[in-house]
C-alpha cells in the first residue's frame, strides 16, 4: 500500500525567503505520479505543482519547483520568493492505483509567511 | 462553471441523526471522488463514482454511510445514525476521465460537527 510521510507539521519563514517542504512516499507501482496540493485557511485545495517519476526532470510552476529523487523516494517542494499568498497547509500525494485520482495524501504542513 | 462546488458547508447535528451532503461537481467531469479530512490530518479517501457507477469504497466507508451519483452528475454522501467520531470535513472531487496524472479539483468541503 502506498504511503505518504510529511516530517514537518509546522513551518514558518519571512516573506521573499526561500523555504523547502519535506515528504517521501512508498509505492510499489513503477509508473506513477507524485502531487502537491495547497490548502488555503477556509479555501479549497488546488493543485500546485505535479512529478512525473519517470521523467529525471524536476517539475517547475513558476516559485515552485521540486527535487525529485526516485531512488530515495523524496520529493520535496521548493517555493522561492515567498509571498504571504503562500500561507497554508501543503499536502504531498500520490495516486493509490494507476489511471485514477484515488489519492493517498500525507499529513500536511502547515507553512506560514511572515511580513 | 465556477467550479466543485459542496452543500452546506457547516453542519451540526446530534448524534444519531441523519446527515446528507451534496456535491455538484465540474460539468464535464465524468469522475467524482469523495475525502473525509480531520484536523490536522491529510484527506483520506472514501469511495469513488465513474460516471453514474461507484467503482471502489474504502474500508473507512462504514455500512452506515452510503453514497450516490444517481445520473452522473451531482452525487450525495448520506451518513446515517452519526457519531461523535464522523466529525471531520468532508471533501470532494471531480476530474475528467484520464491517466493518474489528471487533475483532481477539489470544493471546499463541508464541516460536519456531531455534538
Known amino acids: 500500500a502506498q504511503t505518504v510521510t510529511q516530517s514537518q507539521p509546522e513551518m514558518s519563514v519571512q516573506e521573499a525567503e526561500t523555504v523547502t517542504l519535506s515528504c517521501t512516499y512508498d509505492t510499489s507501482e513503477n509508473n506513477y505520479y507524485l502531487f502537491w496540493y495547497k490548502q488555503p485557511p477556509s479555501r479549497q485545495m488546488i493543485l500546485v505543482i505535479r512529478q512525473e517519476a519517470y521523467k529525471q526532470q524536476n517539475a517547475t510552476e513558476n516559485r515552485f519547483s521540486v527535487n525529485f529523487q526516485k531512488a530515495a523516494k523524496s520529493f520535496s517542494l521548493k517555493i522561492s520568493d515567498s509571498q504571504l499568498g503562500d500561507t497554508a497547509m501543503y499536502f504531498c500525494?500520490?495516486?493509490?492505483?494507476?489511471?485514477?485520482?484515488?489519492?493517498?495524501f500525507g499529513q500536511g504542513t502547515r507553512l506560514t509567511i511572515n511580513p | 462553471d465556477t467550479g466543485v462546488s459542496q452543500d452546506p458547508r457547516h453542519k451540526i447535528t446530534k448524534r444519531g441523526q441523519n446527515v446528507t451532503f451534496r456535491c455538484d461537481p465540474i460539468?464535464?467531469?465524468?469522475?467524482l471522488y469523495w475525502y473525509r479530512q480531520t484536523l490536522g490530518q491529510g484527506p483520506e479517501f472514501l469511495t469513488y463514482f465513474q460516471n453514474e457507477a461507484q467503482l471502489e469504497k474504502s474500508r473507512l466507508l462504514s455500512d452506515r454511510f452510503s453514497a450516490e451519483r444517481p445520473k452522473g452528475s451531482f452525487s450525495t454522501l448520506e451518513i446515517q445514525r452519526t457519531e461523535q467520531g464522523d466529525s471531520a470535513m468532508y471533501l470532494c472531487a471531480s476530474s475528467f476521465l484520464g491517466g493518474e496524472n489528471t487533475e483532481a479539483f477539489f470544493g471546499q468541503g463541508t464541516r460536519l460537527t456531531v455534538v
Open positions: 500525494a500520490v495516486p493509490m492505483i494507476q489511471g485514477a485520482q484515488k489519492l493517498v
Open positions: 460539468s464535464e467531469h465524468n469522475r
